[in-house]
């Protein structure tokens, strides 16, 4: 592993802020349905990967049993998409990145289930730290319960395709890996969208988009799916090789606070919350936080599977 730079530092913290910009993109394609906005911006991505692979004249073989599971994950990443830019919208960006936070209690829980390990101690009193700040938000955001009981359901989806993905990487270049995942996605993504759309129809007219109607939209989903997809990822992948697992993850979870502070700075009034919600969220944060300090501190690095986070990503 090489040792990073100055340069490496600033580009691994532009790569969360990318992140961190994802949701309000979000809010930024309304009144575009959060299946459509989903269902292009994977399309899109998919063929900016494609032309990454031809151009690197990459082998996209893998073993036959594999090609259904990495699309049946592509389709777990979409339905994750979709209900975090839900949430966005049913309550706000903060409230969304907020729930968000919450991917490393999930993480703790899923992954001795999936890998069949055992639970650690400190995963579990972490847990307990980040359902206490969970409990501040509902209490003090009431209103805004559905939006993120959506964001915290999006949360796990995201855990779950990252330990998934864990065992991929493995076998498999990443860039591969992410082809057929968005491939998944889109066809995923797809379903959604007819579905929502056929519902919606039934009930009659309706003031949301399935189809992008202006070049303003086009253009907020080309930066999302070229920038935040093809370009975040790529770049990401290629840092964990300077990074320790312990730095990345350690960064990545500055998400949240990138992308409330952008979106308070970009919408203004209509993010701002009460104290109740910041107390909340930095309780998680916290807890967040500290994970990887406390599994350090006990002789028990993250692994290189954990690294994984960044693929789980916004």
């Not at 990495?70 to 990145?97: D, E, K």
């Amino acid at each position: 592993m090489k040792n990073p730079s100055l340069s490496d530092y600033l580009q691994l913290h532009f790569i969360v802020l990318i992140w961190g910009f994802t949701a309000i993109l979000g809010k930024l394609l309304m009144p575009l349905d959060a299946s459509a906005v989903v269902l292009f911006r994977t399309l899109l991505a998919v063929l900016g990967m494609g032309a990454l692979l031809v151009a690197r004249r990459q082998n996209l073989r893998v073993a036959r049993q594999d090609y259904g599971r990495l699309l049946a994950t592509g389709g777990l990443i979409g339905l994750h998409w979709v209900l975090f830019f839900l949430a966005a919208r049913l309550a706000n960006v903060s409230v969304c990145l907020a729930g968000m936070a919450t991917s490393s209690l999930w993480a703790s829980v899923l992954e001795p289930l999936v890998l069949r390990r055992r639970t650690r101690p400190v995963e579990v009193v972490l847990g307990l730290v980040v359902i206490a700040g969970l409990y501040l938000i509902f209490r003090f955001e009431f209103d805004k319960v559905v939006g993120l009981s959506v964001a915290v359901i999006s949360a796990m989806l995201s855990s779950l395709f990252t330990i998934i993905n864990s065992r991929f990487t493995q076998r498999y270049d990443a860039l591969v890996i992410s082809f057929y995942e968005m491939a998944g996605a889109s066809v995923g993504a797809f379903l959604l969208w007819i579905a929502v759309r056929a519902a919606d129809s039934a009930q009659g007219s309706s003031a949301v988009q399935y189809v992008p109607g202006s070049l303003e939209q086009w253009g907020w989903l080309l930066v999302l799916s070229l920038v935040c997809t093809v370009y975040a990822y790529t770049v990401g992948v290629g840092l964990l090789r300077k990074f320790s697992p312990y730095m990345a993850i350690l960064t990545v979870n500055l998400e949240p606070v990138y992308g409330i502070l952008l979106a308070v700075l970009i919408f203004g009034n209509s993010e701002r919350m009460t104290a109740g919600f910041y107390m909340g969220t930095i309780v998680i944060l916290m807890a967040v936080l500290a994970y990887p300090m406390l599994n350090h501190r006990l002789n028990r690095p993250v692994t290189t599977e954990s690294a994984e986070v960044i693929k789980g990503n916004n």
